[in-house]
Nanobody, 123 residues
């Protein structure tokens, strides 16, 4: 599969918002689930949010109520709207394609990772 492409990261003050985008092929977004993960320096890649092939959404407890994942199939894009950002949200953010039947919170359930987009939250 062709790697996904993330964008939208940047520098933002605590309490601010960013919207990340993940672009792939139309076939991917119609048939498969997409997940967002993040990785801070020196830490393991951790689950953030996922949207299933039928539009169901799941979130990590640390972002529930602040982040929202959505998709625009016509634009082959999955979005991650991030609000009320905190210093702990600083990380590189990646999107991946989930293999059917796998556990959505595990990074090894995903393929076609993009190059990531950096999010830095300042105080």
């Amino acid at each position: 599969q062709v790697p996904l492409v993330e964008s939208g990261g940047g520098l933002v003050q605590a309490g601010g918002s960013l919207r990340l985008s993940c672009v792939g092929s139309r076939r991917t977004f119609i048939n498969l689930g997409i997940g967002w993960f993040r990785q801070a320096p020196g830490k393991e890649r951790e689950f953030v949010a996922t949207i299933t092939s039928i539009g169901g959404t799941f979130y990590a407890d640390s972002v529930k109520g602040r982040f929202a994942i959505s998709r625009d199939v016509a634009k082959n894009t999955v979005f991650l709207q991030m609000n009320s950002l905190t210093l702990e949200d600083t990380a590189d953010y990646f999107c991946g394609v989930r293999r059917p039947g796998t556990v959505y919170m595990r990074p090894d359930s995903y393929d076609s990772w993009g190059q990531g987009t950096q999010v830095t939250v300042s105080s």
